[in-house]
């Protein structure tokens, strides 16, 4: 026989911690059985694979077997780990004899209410994208003489030809003339600050957008007898050459 000594293996003991919902029944049960089967309905799967401890203390001036009541909360699926609130001995012979979780004469931190969630509504489908604003356009396809007005608030007003001296182009939107541009051209009665001139060869008298204007004398050196594009910066009537 021999001496030799085995050793035993180390046994570790770990604490964890660990969250678990108290459900608390009251009396008439059925009532409440039912109205936790429509809150149930409503926040399916709130109570999947989340352990429960059922607080029976509610009910100890009922008539209702504790017995009856776990099994109606198991066969709802309720995964209970425990049971307190009640005296053991009620259980006895059931599965949930013993299954307390507080120690004899110490008192855990008090619970706090947790709200089951109501089922998500429906998000509804988002509504298309709005079409695009599309205004309309006016093509003159002629020169405009002088003594000519061509006003056309609804939209953009293209011309392919001269716009004389003394004539005028009123536009609600942009001003595009394919032509040497003489007398006056404004645009922006509706697209506002959006709106631009544009013009093969500036000679205009007056150029104006969106209220703001300037006439032959202010819109500087080099542009006059040029291709050249008129918008508004930051409420400034700017005017550059076309490259």
Known sequence: M?????????IRIRGRSFMALIVVPEPPFEAWLTALDQQMARSAGFFVDRPVVVNLSAMAEADDDPAQVLAALEARDLRIIGVEGVDMAALRGTPWFGATLAAPGREGKPDKFIDLPEAAAPTPPEPPPPEPVRRPSLLINRPVRS???????????????????GAEIIAGGSIHIYGTLRGRAVAGL??????????????????????????ADHWGHGLQGKPVQVWLDDKELRLAALE
């Open 2 to 10: 021999s001496n030799t000594t085995v050793p035993l293996p180390a």
């Open 147 to 165: 003594g000519q007005s061509i006003v056309f608030e609804e939209g953009d007003v293209t011309v392919i030809g001269p716009v004389s001296s």
């Open 190 to 215: 509706l697209g506002g600050a959006e709106a631009r001139i544009f013009c093969t060869r500036l000679a205009a008298e007056l150029l104006a957008i969106d209220g703001l204007y300037r006439t």
